[in-house]
């Protein structure tokens, strides 16, 4: 569950390191809480030491994020849920496509259903039903 002020880490190669959620872009009245797969409005807060130089974004930039992974469970209709360690977000450009060329861990499937395949397919791997698929060495693991 992500609100106003929550601190994301970023898991691709866009340069930033750490965002600040600004607001949550979802229909309804008042949107408070973001989940998997909603787009926020956040500000950079750190970039990565080592890409300063060729960093995509600068601190204190504002730009759009796509939630991947909450801290909050992820309920599927087959009673499964996907918890993860830490809040992170993926970068967005203004067309919402992803601002780096890749991503750093798995994500889960539920962002192929929301249409962000681009995502997905620069990913190492993503959850698919009870098992972990790796994209990269095709194998798949019984989680």
Do not use: H, W
Not at 6 to 20: E, M, P, Q
Request: glycine share 6%; with cysteine.
């Amino acid at each position: 569950m992500i609100q106003p002020q929550t601190i994301l880490k970023v898991v691709d190669n866009s340069g930033a390191r750490i965002v600040k959620c600004l607001r949550i872009l979802k229909k309804g009245n008042n949107p408070r809480k973001g989940f998997i797969g909603d787009i926020l409005v956040v500000s950079v807060q750190k970039l990565r030491s080592k890409n300063r130089q060729f960093s995509k974004v600068l601190k204190g930039d504002v730009v759009l994020a796509l939630v991947v992974k909450t801290k909050n469970p992820l309920k599927r209709k087959t009673g499964i849920s996907l918890r993860f360690d830490e809040n992170c977000a993926v970068l967005l450009n203004k067309q919402r496509r992803p601002l780096a060329t890749r991503m750093f861990g798995v994500f889960p499937r539920e962002l192929r259903s929301l249409k962000f395949n681009r995502v997905l397919t620069l990913s190492s791997g993503f959850f698919f039903k009870d098992y972990l698929l790796n994209v990269t060495q095709k194998r798949i693991f019984k989680v």
